[in-house]
């Protein structure tokens, strides 16, 4: 697969040497002139023209084909001036710039220049990006985090107040691939999934894409998450300090001889309390804390030659006393390594090249009566990728690339110090995609793709066409439509409570992969300046969805593909959003109205149809209207004020009908029964909230910038139900609210070097 991709790569520079000579191009490098942070999505064109383009997620950029002549240069991205440069361009020129963009630094509505040839991009279809310092000042429980600022967004939907989960268009939280530099991320969780593995002061671009994703991703039947890592300040040593109540992160950045480094440390600071607590409870963990490092190293050997290597390592421990003569013990993270070299062959042939390497690892260990229980589970992934970017002409740009990896798993239990239990799956998986961005002209564009994948457990080999398609009538408005299927090869086993437990499993030999549809429609509008709408309605299917069978009264003896339960669903939805983007007030409405729906052979049946396909029933990840508001006032040059509001309609849930007893002398089982009703065809209590931030702006006794932020997380302390537990002891039965957080006062102190 290498050799073909050399192939490929001689085959364009071949093509490229033999276009014509008479023109001229400009490619290069976005960056922000305070850091030299490569800025990912920059808009740049040329004034006068429709010639227009935007940096990819290295920050580069190339407009080929250009007829000689003198031109200005524009390029924009929000919270940056706007920069105008004019060039003269001879016969066959070839201009390579370095384009360093200034950061506002005065208050107001932002300058905005438009122009024909400016080509500003809205968000694609099924796309969102979350800009970092919306992250830090969003009130947060605690700890600015990066998937609950993701929950706030049309679409996606939050577990509950303890969990960071992200349920994306009705999809489980397996259905996302998680990347932090194009590595995959197996549990991104701390505290039980609290928070997210992701630092905040260390990312520099969040990208989601909700559904209808492009070929360069697979593996997922949902969504894809990327997140990158800031790359270090290229100018100046610069580091911060953030005292949390629950955690405190340090980072420092600056540069190196042709390149720049960052590392960031964030670990949680929960001890003082737990020794408190601890004092009048003995019910309270003797360990409980999270750590975590994230680092990056950059080098550019030349203009066309630039490596980074990047590393990320976090871990839990917990031990915590549950009974006079019981303690469990947790140890589980993920460790992921990523070594990347980007290569510009010509200003028409850009290429990068990447090699990973990922570990998730959980090591519960649990003592009753003096009875041990121990459990390793480890998954290994390595791989390599290849990309390449070639643009023949203004009107095309082709994307091709391969990756290839290996994915071990490993699980073992022992019971009393003996080994009761032991699994390994070692799998091969390959996949290539070529994709084709066409824009006959100013109005369309139209992005089509095929992506290939092979999966070695089962010998699987699938095709997934993908296509999406944009019209643009007026500056204004933009109409999208996407068609994509996926397979996925993983599934996750897991634990209600907290992610600790958490098992991926495989497919295999009579455990076919799981495989959907996706169709989106879309409209991106302007309705006036600096303001945005945006609408759109998706369909969703999922079939084969295969998982542990819940029914089975021992797993002993059976083959692997009997271990499963095999069932289909779909969802389906509609997403809006409006929002202010410039000026003292900024902010947004997001609404979504979600369907989802599960079935599976003999389930939510009644009994004498437990052999029929059962019957549909709505997950936990079903929400029906989900409401969100997010804005941000600037009070005065010192002080901001960030709020937010959400409301969602309760999780479903199977709701406990009775109990009758079985009197049976000869039987030592329970003789209580529980009778439900449907599976998952009760409510709770519609969730809403009001969450405020107060961040003031000021200096370290001359030293540097310092923010505190004061935040009250449920203003109004709506006690929102967890769930319900029931006592049959009594007569009638009784019911009791297990709820969410009350009214909670927080104050984080931030410094700044």
């Given at each position: 697969m290498?050799k073909?991709i050399?192939?490929?790569a001689?085959l ?5 040497a033999?276009?014509?000579q008479?023109?001229a191009?400009?490619?290069g490098?976005i960056k922000?002139?305070n850091?030299?942070?490569t800025?990912?999505?920059?808009n740049i064109a040329?004034?006068g023209?429709t010639?227009g383009?935007?940096s990819?997620t290295?920050g ?6 250009i007829?000689p ?8 991205y929000?919270?940056?001036?706007f920069?105008?440069q004019e060039?003269?361009?001879?016969p066959g020129?070839?201009?390579?710039l ?6 506002q630094?005065?208050e107001?509505d932002e300058?905005v220049?438009e ?5 500003e991009?809205q ?7 979350v800009?970092t ?8 429980v605690?700890?600015a ?15 509950s107040?303890?969990?960071s989960g992200?349920?994306?268009r ?5 259905q996302?691939?998680i990347?932090l530099?194009?590595?995959?991320v197996y549990?991104p969780s701390h505290?039980?999934?609290f928070f997210?593995?992701f ?5 520099k ?7 209808g994703y492009?070929a360069?991703y ?5 969504s894809?998450l990327?997140?990158?890592?800031k790359?270090?300040?290229r ?6 300090v953030t ?7 340090a980072?420092i950045?600056?540069?190196?001889k042709?390149g720049?480094y960052m ?13 408190a607590?601890r004092?009048n409870?003995?019910?309270i963990?003797?360990k ?8 990056k190293?950059?080098?550019d050997a030349?203009?066309n030659?630039?490596f ?8 839990d421990?917990?031990n915590f006393?549950?009974?006079?003569d019981?303690e469990f013990s947790?140890n ?10 980007t290569?510009?062959?010509?200003e ?5 090249f ?6 998730y690892?959980n090591?519960?260990e649990?003592?009753?009566a003096?009875t041990p229980f121990e ?5 290994y992934d390595?791989?390599?990728k290849a ?5 023949p002409?203004e009107?095309h ?5 391969i990756w290839s990896?290996?994915f071990t798993?490993?699980l073992e239990?022992?019971f009393?110090?003996q080994?009761s239990?032991s ?6 998986y ?5 994709q084709?961005t ?6 369309w564009r139209?992005v089509s ?11 699987y080999?699938?095709?997934e066409p ?6 643009k009538p007026?500056?204004?408005v ?9 397979n996925?090869?993983?599934?996750l086993i ?9 098992v991926?499993l495989?497919s295999?030999?009579g455990?076919?992969?799981?495989y959907?549809?996706?169709?989106v ?5 302007i309705p ?9 309605i998706y369909y969703r299917?999922?079939?084969d969805?295969f998982?542990?069978d819940p029914?089975?009264?021992?797993a002993?003896?059976?083959d ?6 095999v069932?289909n669903g779909h969802?389906?939805?509609l997403?809006?959003m ?10 947004f409405?997001?609404y979504t109205?979600?369907?989802t729906?599960?079935r599976f ?6 009994i004498?149809?437990?052999t029929?396909a059962?019957r ?8 029906r209207?989900?409401?969100n508001l997010?804005l ?7 002080w901001?004020?960030?709020s937010?509001w ?6 479903s849930y199977t709701?406990?009908l009775?109990?009758?007893?079985i ?18 065809a ?9 969450d405020?931030s107060?961040a ?9 910038s310092?923010?505190?932020q ?10 929102n139900?967890?769930?319900y ?7 009638p039965i009784?019911r009791?609210e297990i ?9 984080s102190?931030?410094?700044?070097f």
């Amino acid at each position: 697969m290498q050799k073909y991709i050399l192939a490929v790569a001689l085959l364009l520079l071949v093509s490229t040497a033999t276009t014509a000579q008479n023109t001229a191009s400009i490619s290069g490098y976005i960056k922000d002139k305070n850091t030299g942070e490569t800025l990912i999505s920059a808009n740049i064109a040329l004034m006068g023209t429709t010639r227009g383009t935007s940096s990819n997620t290295l920050g580069y950029f190339s407009l080929t084909n250009i007829p000689p002549g003198t031109y200005t240069l524009v390029c924009s991205y929000i919270g940056f001036e706007f920069y105008e440069q004019e060039i003269t361009l001879e016969p066959g020129e070839r201009l390579q710039l370095e384009i360093e963009l200034v950061p506002q630094v005065f208050e107001g509505d932002e300058i905005v220049v438009e122009s024909e040839a400016e080509k500003e991009r809205q968000k694609d279809i099924g796309t969102a990006q979350v800009q970092t310092e919306l992250i830090k000042a969003l009130p947060s429980v605690f700890e600015a985090d990066v998937f609950r600022s993701l929950q706030l967004l049309p679409g996606v939907k939050a577990a509950s107040d303890f969990s960071s989960g992200l349920y994306i268009r009705g999809g489980s939280p397996d259905q996302t691939l998680i990347l932090l530099d194009r590595t995959t991320v197996y549990n991104p969780s701390h505290f039980f999934g609290f928070f997210s593995t992701f630092n905040p002061d260390a990312i520099k671009d969040v990208r989601l894409y909700k559904g209808g994703y492009p070929a360069e991703y697979g593996g997922r039947l949902g969504s894809v998450l990327s997140i990158y890592n800031k790359d270090g300040n290229r100018n100046d040593m610069r580091g911060s300090v953030t005292l949390g109540m629950l955690a405190s992160r340090a980072l420092i950045e600056g540069p190196i001889k042709n390149g720049s480094y960052m590392f960031a440390a964030r670990r949680s600071t929960l001890e003082p309390l737990l020794a408190a607590l601890r004092s009048n409870n003995d019910n309270i963990p003797s360990k409980f804390y999270f750590l975590d490092f994230n680092g990056k190293i950059n080098y550019d050997a030349s203009l066309n030659n630039k490596f980074n290597l990047a590393f990320y390592s976090g871990s839990d421990r917990v031990n915590f006393p549950f009974a006079d003569d019981g303690e469990f013990s947790l140890n589980y993270g993920n460790q992921t390594l990523s070594g990347n070299w980007t290569h510009i062959f010509s200003e028409k042939l850009f290429s990068n090249f990447v090699v990973t390497g990922s570990r998730y690892f959980n090591f519960p260990e649990f003592e009753i009566a003096g009875t041990p229980f121990e459990r390793d589970n480890n998954i290994y992934d390595l791989s390599i990728k290849a990309d390449l970017e070639y643009l023949p002409n203004e009107k095309h740009q082709i994307s091709t690339g391969i990756w290839s990896g290996v994915f071990t798993l490993r699980l073992e239990d022992r019971f009393d110090n003996q080994d009761s239990f032991s699994s390994r799956i070692h799998s091969r998986y390959n996949s290539f995609y070529v994709q084709d961005t066409w824009e006959p002209n100013e109005l369309w564009r139209i992005v089509s793709g095929l992506r290939f994948n092979y999966f070695s457990d089962g010998q699987y080999l699938r095709l997934e066409p993908r296509v999406s398609i944009e019209y643009k009538p007026s500056n204004r408005v933009r109409l999208q439509a996407a068609y994509g299927r996926y397979n996925q090869f993983l599934t996750l086993i897991t634990n209600e409570a907290f992610s600790g437990f958490d098992v991926w499993l495989t497919s295999d030999d009579g455990v076919a992969p799981a495989y959907g549809d996706q169709f989106v429609l879309g409209a991106k509008t302007i309705p006036f300046s600096n303001y945005g709408f945006d609408a759109e309605i998706y369909y969703r299917s999922m079939n084969d969805l295969f998982e542990l069978d819940p029914f089975l009264p021992d797993a002993a003896g059976l083959d692997y593909p009997d271990l499963f339960r095999v069932g289909n669903g779909h969802a389906y939805g509609l997403e809006m959003m409006f929002e202010k983007r410039t000026g003292r007030l900024t902010g947004f409405v997001g609404y979504t109205l979600g369907y989802t729906w599960r079935r599976f052979p003999g389930f939510n049946s009644p009994i004498f149809e437990q052999t029929s396909a059962g019957r549909y029933y709505p997950p936990k990840y079903d929400r029906r209207h989900d409401v969100n508001l997010v804005l941000t006032y600037q009070l005065s040059r010192k002080w901001k004020l960030t709020s937010a509001w959400v409301f969602a309609t309760g999780q479903s849930y199977t709701e406990v009908l009775g109990r009758y007893a079985i009197d049976q002398p000869w039987n030592n089982d329970d003789p209580n029964v529980l009778t439900v009703g449907k599976v998952n065809a009760s409510r709770l209590p519609d969730y809403h909230r009001l969450d405020l931030s107060f961040a003031r702006t000021g200096t370290f006794f001359g030293l540097g910038s310092a923010e505190w932020q004061f935040q009250i997380i449920n203003v109004y302390s709506r006690r929102n139900v967890w769930f319900y537990t029931f006592d049959f002891d009594t007569n009638p039965i009784t019911r009791d609210e297990i709820t969410l957080l009350p009214i909670i006062p927080a104050v984080s102190y931030t410094v700044k070097f």
